[in-house]
């Protein structure tokens, strides 16, 4: 078999799979707009604009795609079979190009599932002048529990973009110096991400917070200059291939108080115990449950003010969430982050985050960068 043969089964055993859960949902047809959902059933690349993409998935036909006639060499490129209805500039015709998509899958049922997260106004208002008749509902939890779940090919890449991510940090460490701005230190750290091998669109900016800014867990680069004594917090992450790594790790600059290294060490702590949590049966809750108690416990639950984590994979947040209440149950193949922090308002705050993959039903940490606290410059 070769790569591009591997590669068209990998996409058709997902639209099979996908198929297999609308039929089970009692949905006949799936509405998918330029995002990472399209990029996953089929591996096209589209970025979201004012042209809409759209993709439909019947139960019985091959899938269609409706898409800008200028982009017609990318979507001849695809390895999947697609039933291409491409339209113009004028915007006045792109209705009736849709309307003869819909119309050419003989469809029996009149409700057409989407992705609430994802889809616009745009599209929305586009598939209600195409198909005045067709009831539109979410399709949300069948798109997610499909991507939640990663194959070889996805730990791999996802894998490769941690090991992206771990050597632009390194290279960007001897960059830092006191009176040197976060956005300093951001910019170079994307210089260096790019450097390393990520794809040039990041998962997102990275954030680079000192002293009192912290204890904003997204906070944004500003012109504050390191300090000795300050808390620097990094979170970034890479991309190859289209998957995503998402870390941090916080660091002191000199010397730090006391109050904050007992902190740092109850942090990671918690990191560890969630990240060695038995998972016999265990749920998004209990790991969650799992890192709040030693934060709990050492006094410093109120400041622990988020989720334990989210799953990573086409984007930077995506199921499976780890949050209290969420009992979806871990399953091989899951990909999250485990990232408790501890966030002191008008001081500073700690946070350290590793990226996890449950494989033969045990919880297996796929970041290797140090944990312990690190004292720079």
Known sequence: MNLSEKTRNIYSKRIDCLRDAMYSAGLELLAINAGPDLSYFTGLQFHISERPVI????????????????????????????????????????????????????????????????????????????????????AVNILSQLRQKKD?????NITTAILIAQQALEKTLPFISIAKTEKEIANELVIQLLKAGSDPELPFSPIVATGENSANPHALPTERKIKSGDLLLFDWGARFNGYVSDLTRTFAIGEISQEFKSIYEIVREANQRARESLLE?????????????????????????????????????????????????????????????????????????????????????????????????
């Open 55 to 138: 993709l439909l998935i019947s139960q019985s036909k091959e899938p269609l795609i409706f898409f800008p006639e200028f982009e017609s060499e990318k979507v001849q490129s695809s390895v999947l079979p697609l039933v291409s209805f491409p339209y113009d500039e004028v915007r006045l015709k792109w209705a009736a190009c849709l309307s003869a998509a819909f119309k050419s899958l003989v469809l029996k049922d009149n409700k057409v599932g989407v992705n609430p997260i994802s889809i616009r106004f745009l599209e929305v208002q586009l598939l209600q002048e195409a198909a005045p008749e067709m009831q539109i509902v979410s």
């Open 281 to 377: 049966s265990t749920t998004c809750h209990q790991i969650d449950q799992t890192a709040r108690n030693v934060i709990e416990k050492a006094g410093w639950g109120k400041f622990f003010t988020h989720r334990t984590g989210h799953g990573i994979g086409l984007e930077a947040h995506e199921e499976p969430y780890i949050q209290s209440g969420n009992q979806t149950k871990l399953e091989n193949g899951m990909v999250f982050t485990i990232e408790p922090g501890i966030y002191l308002p008008g001081k500073g705050g700690i946070r350290i985050e590793d990226n996890v993959v449950v494989a033969g039903g045990c919880l297996t940490t796929m970041t290797s960068y140090p944990r312990e606290l690190k004292i720079l410059i």
């Open 152 to 156: 070889q090919t996805e730990v791999e």
